[in-house]
């Protein structure tokens, strides 16, 4: 199976069907693990992105939090979001088909805090500087939830 072909496949049915144009595929040796479409627009779920998607099948299907040994197909350069979960599950590789700035002038998905072009620069902003309005309320008893994690796990 070509694996490049599978994922802009699931890409190209997800869009015929009302999706939207991204897709994951992650496969262990020869064998596909786990794939899927994007689902946001489908699921009304903002998190429902298909890196995110095919990760949790993976990891559930492996039974582990760890791809270590699996290679990530991903239509598009990952979201953030989508990259720190593909940092989470260190997969061996990940392969993107095409970027954010070749894709932009065909795709638009901006939201009050979110887009495309911006994004990133967020991450970068101290976060009292950043467009979406977060409040620190410390709580000295919110550490003993690690502390008590610690404590199980050391």
């Keep these: 199976m070509d694996i490049i072909k599978r994922t802009i496949q699931l890409a190209l049915d997800n869009v015929e069907q009302g999706g939207r144009p991204f897709a994951t595929v992650i496969v262990r040796g020869n064998e596909v693990i786990a794939e899927s479409a994007n689902q946001v627009a489908q699921t009304c ?27 990530i197909y991903v239509l598009a350069s ?56 977060m409040e620190h309320h410390a709580d000295p008893a919110a550490i003993d939830v690690y502390k008590r994690w610690q404590a199980l796990n050391a």
Aim: net charge negative; charged share 30%.
């Design 45 to 71: 779920d903002p998190t429902a992105h298909a890196e995110i998607l095919a990760v949790r099948a993976a990891c559930r299907h492996l039974g582990t939090e760890n791809l270590s040994d699996c290679d």
């Design 78 to 133: 990952p979201c953030p979001m989508c990259l720190g979960a593909l940092y989470y599950c260190s997969p061996r590789k990940v392969v993107y088909l095409t970027t954010r700035e070749a894709y932009a002038p065909y795709y638009r998905d901006d939201r009050q805090y979110f887009e495309l072009e911006t994004f990133y620069d967020e991450y970068a902003k101290p976060i009292a500087r950043r467009r979406l309005p």
